[in-house]
C-alpha cells in the first residue's frame, strides 16, 4: 500500500499481532449513485459526489489464520447468512488480487445504524477493503483501494477519501470499466457545512439498495431521464463546489436525490423507502427555507433524511427537526476524513483527510 503519513493516528483500536485495523466514515451523496451498469463490476450508470462525514464510523479489523473458514464478528454477533457470505466473497476477491489463501478473522462494527439508509454499507466495505488488503499485503495506492471498495458497496469507493468526492463512473465495460471507475476528492475546501442527520427509523431496510436499484434501472419509465439530468447535476454541482456555494450545492442536492425517490416511486413494483415520518421532515426543511435558512434535504435508500445547512445553522435547524416530535432522533456532521488504518507496522492515514 502507498500511504501518507497519519493525521487521524490512534483512530482505532490496539492491534493485536498480525492484525490490521481500518477506521472509514460514511459518505452522502449529493449527486447520487442509483444504477449499474455491471453488477458484478459495481460499474455504476452515472459518476456521483459525496460528502465525507465525521460521524458513525466503522471499525474493522482483520487477521489472517490458519483456521478453515473465515470467521466474522458483525456488531458484536457472529456473522451468518447475507451479511457472512458478502464478506466472505469481498475477501475472495482479496485473496485472489494478494495471491494468498489463508483465512482470515474479521471484526467490524459500526457506530451508527446499520442497513437504515446512513451509509453504513460505504464506511463498511472502505474499512474492509482497507484492513483486509493490509493484513494480505495487497500494494494499493487509494486510488486501487477507491476500485477495490467499490466492489464490496459503490458508495464505498467514495469513503475512501474525506471532504468532497467524486466516484467517476469510469467509460467502458469489463476490465477498462473497472479501471476508470474510482472516486477521488475534489477540493471544495473552502466549504464546512454541517450535515443534520434526522433519524425517524434506526431498522435496516426491508429492500436492499442493491435490489431496488435493479428494479428501478429495469423497470421505471423515469430511469433514463433521471440519469440523463443526473449528469447535468454534477456538472452543476462541481461548479457549485468549486465557488463553495452552498445554497447551491443544496438546491442541486436536493432535486437530485428526489428525482432519485422519483424514479423509485415509478418502478414496477414501485419501491417507496420515504414514510410519513420522512415527509413530515421535508414540510419542516421547507417552512426553514421559508423562514430564510439555507437548509436542504437529501434521502438516500431508507427513510431517514439528512440536511444540508451552514455549520452556524446546525443547532438551529436540528432544534426544529427535534421539535417534532419524539419519532425524530438528530445527529449533526461535519466533513469527515478518508480512511486511516493501523497495521503492526503503525498507525497510517490512507485517503486523507479532505
Ligand atoms: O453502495 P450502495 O449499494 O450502498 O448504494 C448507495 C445508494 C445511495 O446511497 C442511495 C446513493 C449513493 O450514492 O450513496
Not at 122 to 135: D, E, I, K, N
Not at 223 to 229: M, Q
Not at 343 to 353: F, I, N, Q, R
Request: glycine share 10%.
Amino acid at each position: 500500500m502507498t500511504f501518507t503519513p497519519a493525521s487521524t493516528a490512534g483512530a482505532g483500536p490496539a492491534t493485536a499481532l498480525g492484525e490490521s485495523v481500518a477506521v472509514a466514515y460514511p459518505n452522502i451523496a449529493l449527486v447520487k449513485y442509483w444504477g449499474k451498469r455491471d453488477e458484478d463490476l459495481f460499474l455504476p450508470v452515472t459518476s456521483s459526489l459525496s460528502m465525507t462525514l465525521d460521524i458513525f464510523p466503522t471499525t474493522t479489523s482483520v487477521a489472517v489464520s490458519d483456521g478453515p473458514a473465515d470467521v466474522v464478528e458483525f456488531n458484536g454477533a457472529p456473522a451468518t447468512g447475507a451479511a457472512l457470505r458478502k464478506i466472505e466473497t469481498f475477501l475472495e476477491l482479496v485473496r485472489a488480487k494478494a495471491g494468498r489463501t489463508e483465512r482470515a478473522v474479521v471484526v467490524t462494527a459500526n457506530a451508527g445504524p446499520t442497513g437504515a439508509g446512513l451509509a453504513s454499507s460505504a464506511s463498511g466495505f472502505a474499512a474492509l477493503a482497507t484492513a483486509a488488503a493490509a493484513a494480505y499485503g495487497l500494494e494499493l495506492d487509494p486510488r486501487a483501494l477507491s476500485r477495490l471498495a467499490r466492489r464490496g458497496s459503490g458508495s464505498a469507493s467514495r469513503s475512501i477519501f474525506g471532504g468532497f468526492v467524486v466516484w467517476n463512473a469510469g467509460e467502458g465495460e469489463g476490465q477498462a470499466g473497472d479501471l476508470s471507475s474510482y472516486a477521488e476528492p475534489i477540493g471544495g475546501d473552502d466549504l464546512d457545512p454541517a450535515l443534520v442527520v434526522a433519524v425517524v427509523n434506526q431498522s435496516a431496510k426491508s429492500v436492499s439498495s442493491r435490489v431496488a436499484m435493479r428494479q428501478t434501472t429495469d423497470t421505471s419509465p423515469f430511469y433514463r431521464p433521471w440519469a440523463e439530468s443526473s449528469v447535468l447535476d454534477l456538472a452543476q454541482m462541481r461548479e457549485a463546489v468549486a465557488r463553495g456555494d452552498l445554497p447551491a450545492i443544496g438546491e442541486i442536492a436536493e432535486r437530485n436525490a428526489l428525482g432519485m425517490h422519483a424514479t423509485m416511486l415509478t418502478a414496477r413494483p414501485a419501491v417507496r423507502y420515504l414514510s410519513p415520518h420522512s415527509l413530515a421532515v421535508l414540510d419542516a426543511v421547507l417552512a426553514l427555507r421559508a423562514d430564510g435558512v439555507a437548509a436542504y434535504a437529501t434521502i438516500d435508500a431508507g427513510p431517514n433524511v439528512k440536511v444540508l445547512c451552514t455549520r452556524a445553522d446546525a443547532a438551529h435547524v436540528a432544534a426544529t427537526l427535534d421539535g417534532l416530535g419524539d419519532f425524530v432522533t438528530t445527529t449533526t456532521a461535519h466533513i469527515g476524513p478518508g480512511v486511516a488504518v493501523t497495521t503492526p507496522h503503525g498507525a497510517l492515514s490512507v485517503g486523507g483527510d479532505r
